[in-house]
């Protein structure tokens, strides 16, 4: 999904034109470059919401890193509760 062209011409850099600098440091009073432009609520391969704008934010590196692997660990945490059932 990220090599084709709805993302690499369209979606990615026209997000990051909207929002050029990084959602969660402005948060914190910080202007830091976007580098990155990530999916708020994760697509799981659904082409609808994988093309949704309004479900894109631009991050820099050190964040959108920060949020995938906070992701993980919750998706991990729910594999390890429906196996101890």
Partial sequence: MYLTPEWTEDLRPGQLLREPFCRECARRGDRT???EVDHIQPHR???A????RSNLQSLCHSCHSRKTM???QQKRGALRARWQR
């Fill in 70 to 72: 906070s992701e993980m």
């Fill in 33 to 35: 470059p976007a580098t």
């Fill in 45 to 47: 391969g659904d082409w």
């Fill in 49 to 52: 919401v994988f093309t949704d």
